[in-house]
């Protein structure tokens, strides 16, 4: 069974913080996908990684992918109130999307 | 109506009951998922339909049954629920369903109890 682990599982931080999620798998994907879903809403795309070693930046946000396309990472830099949500990634394979157990993040104004 | 809809956006219902999710995207996409969401627990992947055509099934029990009358609506029939089948069910659409810069557009999801 193909999993994917998120760390930490919940992170409450002050506004300005810095941040690093994780999502670790022991299977490779062909891309790896980043969500945040707010309370109420379906989840959002935030990227999506192909390469390994790929480095993606969106705003405060920068992904990677590992170099063997089993884990990647988010960090958020200097995180602020309309960044709270969950955050998801999620395994792309030939026929199959896994998705990760998630972060759920809350920051404090 | 733009993007992923999906009705009701809450239901209530007995075990015994029979009811109905449905969903509908405006854009103009060709696949189509439903995913259940519990706490806890990772969203799981249920049912993928590519052109109105379902192309995995997840081993979903056979109290969930899905339908695509065509590409832009998708329902998922639910009859002798248990009360574990309580979560938030997430109706999902993509250009394709293959690939790796597939993106999955979701709707509000519908949180279903059952008592």
């Known amino acids: 069974t193909q999993l994917l682990e998120q760390s930490p599982q919940f992170l409450s931080i002050q506004e300005g913080e810095n941040l690093t999620v994780y999502c670790n798998s022991s299977?490779?994907?062909?891309?790896l996908q980043w969500y945040r879903q707010e309370p109420g809403e379906g989840p959002v795309l935030l990227v999506t990684?192909?390469?390994?070693?790929e480095v993606k930046k969106l705003k405060r946000l920068t992904f990677q992918f590992g170099d063997a396309r089993k884990d990647s990472s988010l960090h958020i830099t200097a995180a602020q109130p309309g960044d709270t949500g969950l955050y998801l990634c999620?395994?792309?394979?030939?026929?199959?999307?896994?998705f990760g157990t998630g972060t759920r993040l809350k920051v404090l104004a | 109506e733009t993007g992923v809809t999906q009705t009701p956006r809450h239901l209530v219902m007995g075990m015994t009951n029979k009811k109905s999710l449905k969903c509908e995207q405006h854009?103009?996409?060709?696949?189509m998922y439903w995913y259940k969401q519990s706490a806890k627990k990772p969203l799981e992947l249920m049912f993928v339909?590519?052109?109105?055509?379902?192309?995995e099934n997840n081993s979903v029990p056979s109290r969930f049954s899905p339908e695509c009358p065509n590409s832009s609506h998708l329902f998922l029939h639910l009859h002798t629920l248990q009360p574990e089948d309580s979560a938030l069910y997430l109706c999902?659409?993509?250009?394709?369903?293959?690939?790796?810069?597939?993106?999955?557009?979701f709707g509000p999801g519908t949180r279903l109890t059952v008592l």
């Open positions: 299977s490779v994907f062909s891309s």
């Open positions: 854009l103009g996409h060709n696949a």
């Open positions: 990684v192909v390469t390994g070693g």
């Open positions: 999620a395994g792309v394979g030939t026929y199959k999307y896994i």
């Open positions: 339909y590519s052109l109105e055509e379902r192309v």
């Open positions: 999902a659409s993509s250009q394709g369903w293959r690939g790796s810069y597939n993106e999955q557009f």
